[in-house]
């Protein structure tokens, strides 16, 4: 992104990241992004019995632009994948994901042609969390654990382990599903966003 | 169709139009005849308003937080909880998993997986024929119904109460048999042994004796 990657991460950077990340972890601002059951926990999380704001994430933002972090919460149609990972890309870096129940995380008990088997087909997940619904103790728990996460993380606030085959992250997860389902592969792969959908002509 | 209509059918445009006028009567009745009692009862009422509603504010900042400090104190969950499965031992730690599979059977989520396997003499980790050699639940489609736990023939799955499951990893939160085993109390020997709680099978499920007494009885 900026100067901070091109220099080698000496002393002097290590102590600014430690900074600059604590900085990150205690104002992580989340994006709601409710799809079902999981968003009636997401909003008992920003209520007063538990009260997300001691995190240092006060303010559920509508709009993606001011946002950090989204909690994907619900399950994914095939419908909705599209609009989240607009959502997603309209958010500043440096941004996470965290899949809320088991329809967000894996597709859970809807195994079938409407639903998105984890949204980390579309987006890279930084912190998986099981439930159906999970209570909102386990929610402020994966929150934790990612806070965790992004105090230890590089300088750059990017997590390390979404460089996919040497492709950073940001970019879009383009993944050769042609053979395991028996397509033609002779054919090259178009790019996720200026492939054309399926069926719509020219 | 049309002249079929009655005059009294509410779908009719003159009927509507005889309502609105009606409505129109009605309220200008009202504004012209205003009843001196209630007016002044408003007007007190419009007064103290604002202050009767920072009456709540006041009296909120008097009474407790309700606030639940999660990490620092944990309150316990409901006895009845549904959380992270575990499986279940004897009391000489033979597993109490038989393999049947009718856990993986009854899960509407497809989470479980289950490979069954033969005792042998040699190495016996279950009483009976059977023991579950490949157990493995995975979280992130486990949807905590608890349907597995009512299809256990032996009660060999339960629930905890244990909920902090969060993970970054898909693979890490599928949890194989050695994680949801339970461990080993005093007593307990880990599997494969013989059975140690009897001659035979009735006085073993019967748990008249337990491990110790059992090495005490062959000293």
Known sequence: ?202 | MADEISPTDPADPTERVTDTSYREVASTGRESTPRPAEEKSSALKDLVAPIAGFGVTFKTMLTKPVTEEYPEDKRPTAPRYHGRHVLNRHADGLEKCVGCELCAWACPADAIYVEGADNTEEARFSPGERYGAVYQINYLRCIFCGLCIEACPTRALTMSNEYELADDSRQDLIFTKDQLLAPLLPGMEAPPHPMRLGEDEKAYYAGKATPAEKTEAQE
């Open chain 1, 1 to 202: 992104m900026g100067i901070e990657e091109k220099i080698p991460d000496g002393i002097l950077l290590t102590n600014v990241a430690k900074l600059l990340n604590t900085a990150r972890k205690n104002s992580v601002w989340p994006a709601q992004f409710g799809l079902a059951c999981c968003a009636i926990e997401m909003m008992a999380v920003g209520g007063p019995r538990f009260d997300i704001a001691r995190f240092g994430m006060e303010r559920f933002s509508a709009s993606p632009r001011q946002a950090d972090l989204m909690i994907v919460a619900g399950r994914v149609s095939q419908k909705m994948a599209p609009v989240l990972r607009q959502i997603y890309d309209q958010m500043p870096e440096p941004k996470w994901v965290l899949a809320m129940g088991v329809c967000a995380s894996s597709g859970g008990m809807f195994n079938n042609y409407a639903i998105v088997q984890g949204v980390d087909h579309i987006v890279p997940v930084d912190m998986y969390l099981p439930g159906c619904p999970p209570r909102p103790e386990m929610l402020l728990d994966a929150i934790l654990k990612l806070h965790e996460k992004i105090k230890h993380g590089p300088i750059s606030g990017k997590p390390d382990w979404t460089t996919i085959d040497g492709a950073p992250y940001e970019k879009p997860i383009e993944r050769d599903t042609r053979s395991s389902k028996s397509l033609p592969v002779d054919v090259e792969i178009q790019p996720y966003l200026t492939a054309p959908f399926p069926g719509s002509g020219t």
